[in-house]
């Protein structure tokens, strides 16, 4: 199991996001999608469209849905005639619900502890007694081995978590992970 909790997104994920993003504020126009609805029946030319539909602008939308790769225009016969470009939307399609590559190389273990653990800080503890024991064997990583932490060092190290320090102290003695004497205390050995 890794020590390290990736804190940074992936370029996937950040690409994702930004195709999401463009997306939803190009079709947040009620005639743009309009316009898409017309072109998922059939290729039709700017005027065809402006008759059908009733809209103004149609020039504009379909420049901006072929900008974003949703439509695409062809000339037949000297007129020009858009369809939806059926090609971009499926890679759209994989790009937006293709599976995290990052977690599907983590171990089983890893992603138990990416749920309770996000961006490096504790959000929530597992009730299932294993998962709780797996949780505080990260956050005892924060201890160097045979260093001895005055109790206002280990508060410190404790502070940012969803839970309070006081209280992963607390579970880091009684699970033997930090041992304390006379207000010092010192990570113990892993097994």
Known sequence: MTQAIQTNQPNAQMERQATLLNLSKLLLDEERLKILGALAQQPCSAATLTTQLAIGRVQLHLHKLEEAGLVKKRTEQGAERYQLDSDQIRQFKKLLFARDESNEAQSPADKDLAKFIKQNQIVQLPVHPAKLQMVLEWLVGKFQPGVAYPEK???????????DHVTLRRLLIDHLLLAREAGIYQRKPME
């Open 153 to 163: 060092e280990v508060n410190e190290l404790l502070k940012g978590h969803a839970i």
